[in-house]
């Protein structure tokens, strides 16, 4: 739909140009729903009231703690759910498609590539949100900063990141546990993780959103093998997710609790930091911390903030905050006031979109462009239309470009140049891959007065005309001038 927007908004720009074509015609997806539970409020208590105690009737042995209780629990699925959904290949040279063992067999994973630099780095274990066992390229999308859940900002820094699907997705093993067997499985990416040479094995850490953040502080619950724990937005019981989800045993109160961590705080010893937004689930988060304190549990709640409009700016003092963790031993501190200057700052620079190779066997072509940008077959037949599969307001989703081939003529060049000029556009003639093009930008306006940043390009190539032509909203052209800069630069045709 968005492409077809551009394509149309496109042609009412070019009409103009009717001149120049005729020289050269006679060819041619996920946030997470969050139930949110609004009880009457409660004053906080100066001190925790104490850790909840296992139900009584309950045939759970807690006296080992969680990891032990966990483990010799076996959980009862009343639904039997997974899904076969492709992992998609990710963007070559930043990340890799793996598989980690775990004990229902191998899962797939997207692992940060080696930087081949011979040193040791911190990563950090990303769940995603959703209760989806999968992994898909939402990493590499660019949602809008109320709403980013991709956990990207931590590779974009520098960060090995590691995104682990989990049972019964994606073709894998096993079945959906909804936060039960999910908790051996990211033991057994922290493992995987560990056996990387290229990984700082005392700098691995752990962090998630949403259904992901509580199976993070599952995880925090079960082992201290984590330098340290970020767990946005995660409930106390699992009665306050979204229960059309469960696939267990619904009937059976133990099943609960095994998924609650309300119930295993005290089993916390890596620093675990539970951070909400306000008008999101701080209501499970102020629970937790009434009801236990440590040294190892930090709680945030960030006022003029929600569920996930928080990560954004949250995501960000975290990472800093990797990044200084040097010593020897684990030194991250998080105060308030980090956060709510982080929240009052906004977002100040859109992320730069990854880049990944194409090749148009047609044309001979090879260029980079976004790795979320698609490349089809315009519906005219005589190209090429190259835009994002997302229709998120920004600059990387609003951003495309079309290529269109035309039988080249003497003097078409010239002409072409000249006719641009007097349209209002600056032109230059430059080569591109060693042949010579014509460089054309101008905002133009259509009817209702809307701008669109343009950049013609017409490239002579043997007896053809390649014509590259790149569009976006004004508001966002000086974000994407860059990036269009780089896809020109990256053109290279076969020999």
Request: charged share 25%.
């Amino acid at each position: 739909m968005k492409g077809k927007f551009l394509r149309r908004a496109l042609a009412l720009i070019l009409a103009a140009m009717a001149a120049v074509s005729a020289t050269a015609c006679g060819l041619a997806g996920n946030a997470e729903y969050i139930e949110r539970t609004r009880g009457k409020e409660t004053e906080k208590s100066e001190s925790a009231f104490g850790l909840k105690e296992i139900p009584k009737g309950s045939h759970i042995d807690a006296s080992g703690g969680f990891a032990q209780a966990h483990d010799a629990f076996t959980t009862t699925l009343k639904r039997e759910e997974n899904d076969d959904y492709t992992v998609p290949e990710p963007p070559e040279g930043v990340f890799d498609l793996v598989t980690y063992p775990s004990e229902v067999g191998d899962l797939a994973a997207y692992v940060s590539v080696d930087p081949e630099d011979g040193k040791k780095h911190p990563l950090i274990i990303w769940v995603v949100g959703g209760w989806g066992n999968g992994i898909d390229d939402f990493p590499f999308t660019y949602p809008e900063w109320d709403n980013d859940q991709t956990g990207s900002v931590f590779w974009q820094n520098g960060i090995l990141t590691m995104y682990p699907s989990f049972r019964g997705g994606n073709g894998n093993p096993g079945y959906y546990e909804a936060l039960f067997g999910e908790v051996d499985d990211i033991v057994s990416a922290y493992e995987y993780a560990v056996s990387l040479p290229y990984v700082d094995s005392e700098r691995i850490y752990l962090g998630g959103h949403s259904t992901g953040g509580t199976r993070a502080l599952l995880a925090s619950e079960y082992t201290d093998k984590f330098r340290a724990v970020f767990c946005f937005g995660a409930v106390d019981e699992i009665k306050y997710h979204n229960n059309s989800q469960f696939t267990f045993d619904t009937k059976n109160k133990d099943e609960y609790i095994m998924r609650s961590p309300i119930y295993w705080l005290d089993n916390i010893k890596s620093p675990t930091f539970l951070i909400e937004g306000r008008d999101g689930n701080s209501e499970n988060l102020e629970r937790m911390e009434r009801s236990y304190q440590s040294d190892a549990l930090h709680y945030f709640v960030v006022e003029n903030a929600d569920h996930f409009s928080v990560l954004a700016p949250a995501t960000k003092v975290v990472a800093e905050k990797i990044l200084a963790d040097t010593d020897a031993e684990v030194n991250i501190n998080i105060s308030q006031s980090e956060l709510d200057e982080a929240m009052k700052q906004g977002r100040t620079e859109l992320p730069a979109p990854v880049m990944t190779g194409r090749y148009i066997e047609e044309l001979g072509l090879t260029f980079s462009c976004p790795y979320i940008w698609e490349v089809m077959y315009n519906e005219e037949g005589d190209g090429f239309d190259i835009y994002s599969r997302y229709e998120e307001p920004n600059a990387w989703d609003m951003a495309g470009f079309y290529i269109t081939v035309y039988q080249s003529r003497d003097g078409g060049m010239q002409y072409l140049k000249e006719d641009m000029e007097s349209e209002g556009y600056e032109v230059s003639e430059t080569t591109i891959s060693g042949k010579p093009a014509v460089d054309g930008v101008a905002v133009l306006r259509d009817d209702n007065g809307d701008g669109y940043y343009q950049r013609y390009i017409f490239l002579e190539n043997g007896e053809m005309y390649v014509v590259f032509e790149f569009i976006i909203y004004e508001e966002y052209a000086e974000e994407v001038k860059p990036v269009f800069q780089d896809i020109v630069d990256s053109i290279v045709f076969d020999a």
